[in-house]
């Protein structure tokens, strides 16, 4: 069973930065993809940005190209995401997701990925 542990939310203003981490365990295979979730009070759950461990591939979605990077830690399993430039906006609880065997490609979205962490608060406000 894949696990899914996501940290480093928080309160930042406007145009500050934050960098959530995310660490999944219980991999049978060594290729995998971990993608970044958001969810706003009474908005569906979007996609943010998605890598892949076979070839560090990655994609965002449009409303934070620019601003938020995706990135492998050096610790085995481990992702990033760098979130700067913050506008309020990009409140809303974070969601790691992992999923085995897989990999990013353009459309990916929610149903690529089984393994969710608990989610953590990005709040951006002044």
């Known amino acids: 069973e894949v696990h899914v542990v996501e940290s480093g939310g928080g309160l930042v203003q406007p145009g500050g930065s934050l960098r959530l981490s995310c660490t999944a365990s219980g991999f049978t295979f060594a290729d995998y993809a971990i993608g970044w979730f958001r969810q706003a009070p009474g908005k569906e759950r979007e996609g943010v940005s998605c890598?892949?461990?076979?070839?560090?591939?990655?994609y965002y979605a449009d409303s934070v190209k620019g601003r938020f990077t995706i990135s492998s830690g050096n610790a085995k399993n481990t992702v990033f995401l760098q979130m700067n430039s913050l506008k309020p906006e990009d409140t809303a609880v974070y969601y790691c997701a992992a999923e085995n065997h897989w990999y990013c490609h353009g459309a990916w979205g929610t149903d690529d990925f089984t393994s969710w962490g608990q989610g953590t608060q990005v709040t951006v406000s002044s």
């Open positions: 890598i892949s461990s076979s070839d560090g591939s990655t």
